[in-house]
């Protein structure tokens, strides 16, 4: 029987398990921290610990985060709260799960760090410019809930109707939890922890605008293999061209950008018999 060690080696040593590594990572350095913790405060040696966490966490102060740059990467994978990465970590799995079947792996752990780092962003932005938050003096932010809310509200711009099961609540469609979420980030941003909750809304903005780009761009994608297929299957045929009929280069680039900036469709029956005839000329 393999040890919980060897589980966790084989983890990392598989190639497209990603999503599981970084879901381990964050797990571990919660324990780590919370064996260190109990270590200094058994210890006493408490306000060790506290100063330890202060240079994995982002300040909102400028003179703090400007000295400590890489907080804008740690402080997404520091946990202090069990129930934090737990639920975290559930969110991540689950939607991280769902937008890997329509992205991949790779754009599901980038947009993991971008969110992160969006949410750095608009957490120092926000506390420094907004009254409200620019009274309560620096804090610290720590936790991977934007990257989180980046990975759900992304699933869901992709796979609006996807369903899940919630225990108590039966079928639900993904957009509805995305949604519950983002709604009561905003109305917990004058809360306790307004200023984490900024950093989620800043995530969130950023895996829709990613999830948005993504289907985009393989709409695009889509359309350049749709003309493909069809000046392949119109190469087949045998068709006279006379010289008059010749499509010179910079017509045809000005039908392809057509085709790049509004699809196939948009072609008008002209653009399409010339394209086809470019076809036939380069058989």
């Known amino acids: ?38 270590t200094l405060i058994l210890a006493g040696k408490s306000e060790f610990f506290e100063s330890f966490l202060e240079q994995l966490s982002l300040s909102s102060a400028f003179a703090d985060f400007s000295r400590k740059p890489w907080t ?11 129930m934090h990465v737990v639920f ?11 937008l890997q079947d329509f992205l991949g792996q790779n754009k599901t752990i980038k947009l993991y760090f971008i969110g992160g780092l969006a949410g750095a962003v608009t957490y120092i932005g926000a506390l420094n410019s907004i009254p409200y938050y620019v009274n309560q003096g620096p804090i610290f932010l720590m936790g991977a809930s934007a990257g989180v809310y980046a990975i759900v509200t992304a699933a869901a711009t992709l ?4 369903t899940v099961h919630l225990f108590l609540i039966g079928p639900i469609a993904i957009k509805y939890i995305s ?11 004058v809360g306790s922890n307004g200023g984490g909750n900024i950093a989620h809304l800043g995530g ?28 392949t299957v119109a190469a087949q045929k045998t068709v006279s061209i006379t010289t008059s009929e010749v499509v010179d280069e910079e ?18 029956k002209l653009e399409k018999k010339r394209l086809f005839q470019a076809s036939q000329k380069n058989e």
């Open 204 to 231: 969130a903005l950023v895996g829709v605008l990613f999830a948005l780009y993504s289907k985009r761009t393989q709409t695009a994608t889509q359309q350049i293999e749709k003309v493909l297929t069809y000046v």
């Open 1 to 38: 029987m393999r040890s919980i060690w060897q589980d966790m080696k084989l983890i990392f040593q598989q190639p497209n398990r990603g999503l599981m590594q970084l879901i381990v990572t964050n797990v571990g350095i919660f324990i780590a921290l919370m064996l260190t913790k109990v």
């Open 179 to 189: 949604g519950f979420y983002v709604i009561w980030s905003v109305l917990e941003s």
């Open 159 to 162: 796979r609006p109707n996807y």
């Open 88 to 98: 975290n970590m559930l969110f991540l799995y689950w939607f991280g799960q769902i």
């Open 72 to 82: 804008f990467l740690t402080y997404f994978f520091v946990h202090v709260d069990l």
């Open 251 to 268: 017509e045809l680039n000005q039908i392809l950008d057509k085709i790049s900036k509004s699809g196939f469709d948009s072609l008008s």
